[in-house]
């Protein structure tokens, strides 16, 4: 299953070529700096000073932007997730901890509850389903892809919207019946965190490991910076099919209609002033044409993010391995980082949504559902990368 990415939608907004966040707090700085020496010194500066200083910034935003497109969501991310991080690059004590409760466990403040799913999951119509009913809830997904586990749904909530995570558990046990949901009892949840979870574990941020108590394993984090042309059923097919320890993370956060219409009706208006391109705007019109309700097959937009976690038992072996799951990513057109810094954000949000995706996409239900699955396809590429490198 191949579904196409429109690309200027997908990729976070820019202000005149320049990473949005960044930009405005540029302009908000400057001019505040501005008025504070103006009054200051009885208007005697001359404020078209001002206007070199913004516009040599800008330029060096668009470079920066160039390399990093996801500045406006790296930098709060980076905020938010070193609050959970003590000096020694260690998780501290006690603020991931899972705590049982009869519906579900908590951490962080955050319900959450956790469904497996069986069998053959390829049956698309039921994923768009599932997903435009979560438009309703304030809930966030985490889907875990692995060979050797098959797939999980993670849902969250905050705490105090415990009736409303109830009817979207319901819902989703529901829509996915066919793929026979199995939810975890909340013992079974709290200890596959719990196994997760390891505060003594060393942080290495020169190389974005994370070393397991005694040096009994090494993980480490890819994430896509830049989409392919397609999200490909057969790309995910390939990741799984290596030998190795590999974990896909899918961050979904469905966003309602009422409010991905005014953005993208805003970025659609933007799009001649701020890019003058006719190739963007039209990107953002077949966008707001899709997420139609009258349209004949409507669709919703979503937040998303994919985190590929590479476990292996040494640190000759987990290069090796990271080697051949970028090679994988390139054979489909993806652009991957080897997270290092930002590796932290990315092991918080595997248990709780308090820290933004430091990288993510504006995608249709469509492309997300493309990787949504568990058939038994063995990939296009399912060869022993032995004789590959």
Not at 204 to 217: D, I, Y
Not at 332 to 337: K, P
Request: a neutral charge.
């Amino acid at each position: 299953m191949k579904t196409p990415i429109l690309k200027a939608v997908a990729m976070p907004p820019r202000m005149f070529w320049a990473p949005m966040l960044p930009a405005i707090i540029n302009l908000i700085i400057q001019g505040a700096v501005m008025i504070l020496l103006m009054v200051t010194y009885s208007g005697q500066i001359n404020p078209n000073v001002f206007m070199f200083t913004i516009v040599g910034i800008h330029v060096c935003l668009i470079a920066w932007g160039t390399q990093e497109p996801h500045l406006s969501t790296i930098i709060p991310a980076w905020g938010q997730a070193r609050s959970f991080w003590d000096k020694e690059d260690k998780i501290k004590s006690g603020v991931l901890d899972p705590k049982v409760g009869t519906e579900g466990i908590i951490i962080n403040n955050r319900r959450i509850r956790i469904i497996r799913l069986n069998g053959d999951t390829t049956f698309a119509a039921n994923w768009c389903k599932w997903l435009m009913t979560m438009a309703r809830y304030p809930v966030s997904i985490h889907v875990w892809q692995s060979d050797q586990d098959g797939l999980k749904l993670i849902l969250s909530a905050p705490a105090s919207e415990s009736y409303r995570f109830k009817e979207a558990v319901q819902d989703t046990l529901s829509l996915l019946r066919e793929f026979s949901p199995e939810e975890l009892d909340p013992m079974d949840s709290a200890r596959l965190f719990t196994d997760m979870l390891t505060p003594k574990a060393k942080f290495l941020k020169q190389t974005g490991v994370f070393v397991a108590q005694n040096s009994r394993g090494y993980t480490a984090v890819i994430s896509v910076n830049r989409p392919g042309n397609n999200m490909d059923t057969d790309m995910i097919a390939d990741l799984l099919s290596l030998d190795g320890d590999i974990k896909i993370d899918h961050s979904i956060q469905v966003i309602p209609s009422v409010k991905v219409n005014s953005l993208l009706l805003r970025e659609q208006k933007m799009a001649y002033f701020t890019t003058f391109s006719r190739n963007v705007y039209e990107q953002y019109t077949a966008a707001l044409e899709a997420i139609d309700s009258l349209s004949e097959f409507p669709q919703v937009a979503v937040n998303y993010a994919m985190a590929t976690w590479i476990t292996a038992p040494t640190m000759a072996e987990l290069e090796g391995l990271l080697v051949q799951v970028v090679s994988v990513f390139k054979q489909y057109g993806f652009q991957v980082i080897r997270e290092k810094e930002m590796a932290r954000a990315y092991y918080v949000r595997q248990f709780t949504d308090s820290v933004i995706p430091p990288r993510r996409f504006l995608l249709l239900s469509d492309g997300v559902v493309s990787v949504l699955n568990l058939s038994p396809h063995e990939g296009q590429n399912n060869i022993s990368f032995g004789a590959r490198f």
